[in-house]
C-alpha cells in the first residue's frame, strides 16, 4: 500500500505542473538556471566519464580477441556499439541521478522544510508548476545532448587508448566504426536518454517535494530518491531493450 500512496502523490505531482503559468517571464528565466545548473553543471563529470569507458571498453575487448582470425577493426566496432546502446546512456544517466538527482531533492526539501514552499502557495503560486517542472523540462532537455557528447567521447577515448596502448592503428578504428553501422542504435539511445532524463528529475523532484521533518530528513530523502531513481533507470533500460530491440 505504501507503494501505491507514493505512485498515487507521484501522479498527483505531475499533474499539478500542467497548469497556465503566471508570469511566463519567471518561469523562463528558472527554467535557463536549470538548463544552466544540470546541463553545464554536470558537463565536466560526464565528459571524464565518457572518455574512460571508451579507453576501458576498447582495452578489454582486444584482450577478449585473442584469435588471428578476427580482424582488429572489430574492436571499434564492439567499443561503438557497447558505448552507444549502453555505456553512453545508461551509465552516464545513473551518475547524473547521483549528482543531478541528489541536488535537485535536497533543494527542494530545503524549501519545504524552511517553509518557503509554503508562502509561495500562501501567494498564490502553483509551486508544482513553477519548481518543479523547469527542472523536469531542463532535464529532458540538457541530459540527452549529455548523452550525445557522451557518444562521441566514448567512441573518441577508445579510439585514444587503442592507438596509444598500440592495439589498434588509427586508421583501422576509423574505418571499423563505419562497418556494420546501425543508424537505429543512436535513435533507440536517445529514445532511453529521454526516458532517463525524465525518470532521474521528477522522482528527486517528488522526494524532495514532500519532504517532512528537518535536515535529517532532507538527507535521507536525497538518498532516497537516488537509490529509487537507479532501480528505476535499470528497470526502464530492461523494458526498452525488450520492447525495440
Known sequence: MNFFTHFGKYLLMLKGMFS????????????MHQCNEIGIGSLGIASIISVFIGAVSAIQTAYQLVSPLIPKSTIAQIVRDTVILEFAPTLVCIVL??????????????????????????????????????????????????????????????????????????????????????????SFALVKA???????????????YYVKGGSLEIGRSSTTSVVVSCITVLLADYILAALLL
Do not use: C, H
Not at 541528489?102 to 500562501?122: C, F, H, W
Not at 529521454?194 to 524532495?208: D, E, L, Q, R, W
Open 97 to 186: 541521478a547521483g549528482v543531478v538527482g541528489s541536488k535537485i531533492a535536497s533543494e527542494l526539501g530545503n524549501m519545504r522544510v524552511s517553509e518557503q514552499i509554503d508562502a509561495l502557495e500562501i501567494m498564490g503560486i502553483n509551486t508544482k508548476s513553477y519548481l518543479v517542472m523547469p527542472k523536469i523540462a531542463a532535464a529532458i532537455i540538457t541530459i540527452p545532448l549529455l548523452v550525445v557528447l557522451a557518444m562521441v567521447l566514448g567512441i573518441w577515448g577508445g579510439r585514444m587508448a587503442g592507438s596509444m596502448a598500440g592495439i589498434i592503428p588509427k586508421e583501422t578504428y576509423d574505418a571499423g566504426l563505419l562497418e556494420n553501422f546501425v543508424p537505429f542504435n543512436v
Open 20 to 31: 497556465k503559468p503566471e508570469n511566463g517571464k519567471l518561469y523562463w528565466k528558472e527554467f
Open 194 to 208: 529521454y526516458t532517463f532524463a525524465f525518470i532521474i528529475s521528477s522522482i528527486p523532484a517528488y522526494y524532495g
